[in-house]
């Protein structure tokens, strides 16, 4: 077993949320052009083409969010923070999934959304980003 360095840790998991915090800016506007599209059922009117860049974007983010969980995987933590680091990567595994599912839910080749799974996704997320949230503060404070 790897001998825990804390400013290795730190770094790493500053890095994760920093990169989790910048992707989810990058996304945002696609994110937001589909939630109003489909609050105002005006989904169609937004194309194929569009539909398949955003759902390309969406698979761009979710692949980072894929590379930031394998790196909270990996990193060595400290003893007296891995029950708090295993909670927040099942958080962050939770968070990375519900992205994967919104990806999955833009469909370019019907020219459609599948909006419950869109709108499911986007609570799941919210719930999982805030528990990411609460542990890496738990995880700060306990340093």
Do not use: W
């Amino acid at each position: 077993m790897k001998q825990a360095n804390v400013q290795v840790y730190t770094g790493v998991l500053s890095q994760v949320i920093d990169s989790t915090s910048k992707n989810g800016s990058d996304l945002n506007d696609d994110f937001e052009l589909v939630r109003n599209a489909i609050d105002n059922d005006k989904v169609a009117e937004i194309g194929s083409e569009k539909l398949l860049a955003i759902k390309q974007h969406f698979q761009s983010g979710t692949d980072v969010y894929q590379n930031n969980l394998q790196k909270l995987e990996a990193v060595a933590t400290p003893v007296k923070l891995i029950g708090r680091q295993k909670q927040m990567i099942s958080a962050y595994r939770s968070y990375a999934q519900a992205c994967q599912i919104m990806t999955n839910s833009i469909l370019p080749d019907e020219n459609t959304i599948d909006v419950d799974a869109f709108n499911q996704s986007e609570k799941d997320q919210e719930a999982a980003i805030a528990k990411v949230s609460d542990y890496t503060t738990r995880i700060m404070n306990m340093l």
